[in-house]
């Protein structure tokens, strides 16, 4: 019953790899889709969030502004530590919730943790696999411009406001390069499905 944790930096191509093993059968549990859950209208996180930054991040029907979050902690390390504190037990307690389900459900089960912030929030957790998606800056930014209609700027400011790429892949046990054809980066995916057991055998191997 492995439990993998896939990650990658912005516009990587992870939520492809993601839907690829979700087609292989596994059970993918998205941190990204946790979040909203615990920032919901009347959630203990999103009252907490707006005690901390003002009720100005909340619009009229009581949901989270994001746009507004987002402005108001980008670019403040301090911000996005308190922001963090404030979210991150939430959404480890649920995801924690969510693989036991499934793990409760199919004992044999391979449960994929689709997860941006792992080596800000949960590398050393106890992974089975850490898989990274990893493609060159240069093309994420234009995936940003083309794909998301954000300014050469901006994509760059995305880019780098998260950990250096090193940092990803100095955790990762595969590594998934998608800088090149989707057709590459799925014919890696089926690879590394295939190989699931060999892959786990040998990082509980070498610890």
Do not use: C
């Not at 993998?4 to 992870?14: D, E, N």
């Not at 949901?63 to 390390?77: E, I, N, T, Y």
């Not at 411009?145 to 250096?164: D, N």
């Amino acid at each position: 019953m492995p439990l993998v944790a896939l990650t990658g930096g912005i516009a990587s191509g992870k939520s492809t790899v993601a839907r690829r093993l979700a087609g292989h059968g596994a059970v993918v549990v998205d941190a990204d889709q946790i979040v909203r859950e615990v920032q919901s209208p009347g959630s203990a996180v999103l009252a907490a969030i707006a005690r901390e930054f003002g009720a100005g991040m909340l619009r009229p029907d009581g949901s989270l502004d994001r746009a507004a979050l987002g402005s108001r902690v980008f670019g403040d390390d301090a911000a996005i530590a308190r922001l963090n504190a404030i979210v991150h037990p939430a959404v480890r307690t649920e995801s924690a919730r969510r693989f036991a389900e499934a793990f409760a459900a199919d004992p044999s089960a391979v449960v994929v943790y689709d997860v941006p912030l792992l080596v800000e929030a949960r590398v050393d957790d106890p992974w089975e696999l850490v898989v990274v998606a990893h493609a060159p800056a240069a093309v994420r930014a234009r995936r940003l411009v083309e794909l998301r209609g954000l300014t050469q700027a901006e994509a760059e400011a995305r880019i780098g406001s998260q950990v250096p790429d090193e940092a990803r892949l100095r955790v990762a046990d595969v590594v998934i390069d998608t800088g090149g054809a989707l057709d590459e980066t799925l014919r890696q995916t089926d690879e590394l499905w295939r190989r699931l057991p060999e892959h786990v055998a040998r990082r509980a191997s070498a610890r």
